[in-house]
């Protein structure tokens, strides 16, 4: 189990204070009629208490189909509410798993993770809890096929339109609560800078002058062209601590062309000691891009020929 996990509250299946969900999953007759019995163990969730940007990272997840990992927020009871996140995960274990969150919402100080079977069409997210902002959430790479109930809080009624089922076990749903708080990733240039990064053709190192950062994190070398899209790609990854650090060296590819690398400097918000970085998407990262002047902290790589 990674370090990070030693110590913190890690919350797996089986939590009794999430009977709302089953509650809501419930016909008439007190059988559930939206839900999947999975046997007990068979699917569990590990997760940190973290700080967060626009994507929480999950430590663990277990299940034995597809399933969507659904992040949701603390309703004023302190049981599970409405949607603000949701990625596909494979049946089997996942590691490190990056869900991105609907940054126009702001989050509960307590979220929940929870585990709905993808039994509807494969990869297409048909999973409602009958709160009407469950339409917005953002999706990990899917499309959304669900009705959602247009008033105002929970319908029982809407969670049968639902073609993906919770997952639950004799005890309740597949389910894992933590903490989370607000880490904000905008700062002054005096605070998160990158100095001058270059390299000597055919060198296979990328001098990185000089790092400034409020708090530990990553320079990651992207190769590209420094856009959100499929095109970019993670070359390496090299820890700075906080505060100033000079000359940071970081390996060179062997095909390092002039203009189509950039070094970005990120802050380490997930799992502690893991670079979570995704160079399609950096704002969906775990590990989020600082911004100064309305813009990520960052260099491109010059070439010294």
Same mark, same amino acid.
């Given at each position: 189990?990674?370090?990070?996990?030693?110590?913190?509250?890690?919350?797996?299946?089986?939590?009794?204070?999430?009977?709302?969900?089953?509650?809501?999953?419930?016909?008439?007759?007190?059988?559930?009629?939206?839900?999947?019995?999975?046997?007990?163990?068979?699917?569990?969730?590990?997760?940190?208490?973290?700080?967060?940007?626009?994507?929480?990272?999950?430590?663990?997840?277990?299940?034995?189909?597809?399933?969507?990992?659904? /992040? !949701?927020?603390?309703?004023?009871?302190?049981?599970?509410?409405?949607?603000?996140?949701?990625? *596909?995960?494979?049946? +089997?274990?996942?590691?490190?798993?990056?869900?991105?969150?609907?940054?126009?919402?702001?989050?509960?100080? !307590?979220?929940f993770a929870v585990l709905a079977?993808?039994?509807?069409?494969? +990869?297409? $997210?048909?999973?409602?809890?009958?709160?009407?902002?469950?339409?917005?959430?953002? *999706?990990?790479?899917?499309?959304? &096929?669900?009705?959602?109930?247009?008033?105002?809080?929970?319908?029982?009624?809407?969670? &049968?339109?639902?073609?993906?089922? *919770?997952?639950?076990?004799?005890? &309740?749903?597949?389910?894992?609560?933590?903490?989370?708080?607000?880490?904000?990733?905008?700062?002054?240039?005096?605070?998160?800078?990158?100095?001058?990064?270059?390299?000597?053709?055919?060198?296979?190192?990328?001098?990185?002058?000089?790092?400034?950062?409020?708090?530990? +994190?990553?320079?990651?070398?992207?190769?590209?062209? $420094?856009?959100?899209?499929?095109?970019?790609?993670?070359?390496?990854?090299?820890?700075?601590?906080? +505060?100033?650090?000079?000359?940071l060296e970081i390996p060179a590819?062997?095909?390092?062309?002039?203009?189509? $690398?950039?070094?970005?400097?990120?802050?380490?918000l997930g799992l502690k000691g893991?670079?979570? /970085?995704?160079?399609?998407?950096?704002?969906?990262?775990?590990?989020?891009?600082? $911004?100064?002047?309305?813009?990520?902290?960052?260099?491109?790589? !010059?070439?010294?020929?």
């Amino acid at each position: 189990m990674n370090p990070i996990l030693k110590g913190a509250a890690l919350a797996a299946v089986f939590v009794a204070e999430v009977a709302l969900i089953l509650g809501l999953a419930t016909s008439v007759s007190g059988k559930p009629t939206d839900v999947v019995v999975i046997g007990d163990g068979d699917a569990l969730i590990e997760v940190a208490d973290q700080e967060m940007y626009g994507a929480v990272s999950i430590a663990r997840v277990v299940t034995p189909a597809d399933a969507w990992l659904t /992040i !949701r927020a603390e309703g004023p009871d302190g049981e599970p509410a409405e949607l603000i996140g949701a990625t *596909l995960v494979e049946a +089997g274990e996942s590691r490190d798993v990056a869900v991105v969150v609907d940054r126009d919402r702001e989050p509960s100080s !307590r979220l929940f993770a929870v585990l709905a079977a993808d039994l509807g069409q494969p +990869g297409e $997210f048909e999973y409602a809890t009958g709160y009407p902002e469950d339409a917005s959430l953002p *999706l990990g790479g899917a499309s959304m &096929g669900m009705a959602i109930p247009t008033d105002e809080g929970p319908d029982v009624g809407g969670m &049968g339109e639902s073609a993906d089922k *919770l997952m639950v076990t004799s005890d &309740g749903p597949v389910i894992a609560g933590f903490a989370v708080s607000f880490y904000d990733v905008v700062v002054q240039i005096s605070e998160a800078w990158i100095g001058d990064a270059h390299t000597v053709a055919p060198g296979r190192t990328i001098v990185v002058e000089r790092v400034i950062t409020p708090r530990a +994190g990553w320079v990651a070398l992207i190769r590209g062209p $420094f856009l959100e899209g499929d095109e970019n790609e993670l070359i390496a990854v090299v820890p700075v601590p906080a +505060g100033s650090t000079h000359r940071l060296e970081i390996p060179a590819p062997d095909d390092l062309a002039p203009g189509g $690398f950039t070094a970005v400097l990120c802050v380490d918000l997930g799992l502690k000691g893991t670079p979570e /970085i995704d160079p399609t998407d950096l704002l969906a990262s775990p590990d989020a891009p600082y $911004f100064a002047l309305s813009y990520f902290v960052q260099v491109p790589v !010059r070439v010294i020929r």
